[in-house]
């Protein structure tokens, strides 16, 4: 699911390179919804596949902070 992936986003120093295609998708959906900030392969991209996530927005840090007040 695309908001486990942003909590282990939040764990790891940014900026990140992803290349693997199922967590490239996954950010897709996260910066859809305003929650990351990251630079995607463009969709004729062929070589070199890969997303550089540059950081986690201030709707994206709301939401995990929201999660943890949640949790018991």
Known sequence: ???EYLR???QTPLPLTVDE???IDKLRV???????SVMLPSA??????????????PK???ML???LERAP
């Open 44 to 57: 004729t991209a062929e070589a070199q596949r890969f997303a550089r996530v540059l950081a986690i927005t």
């Open 21 to 23: 295609e199922a967590n």
């Open 1 to 3: 699911m695309p908001f």
């Open 65 to 67: 902070a929201q999660e």
């Open 30 to 36: 996260l910066r859809a919804a305003d929650l990351v």
């Open 8 to 10: 282990e986003i939040a």
């Open 60 to 62: 994206g840090r709301q």
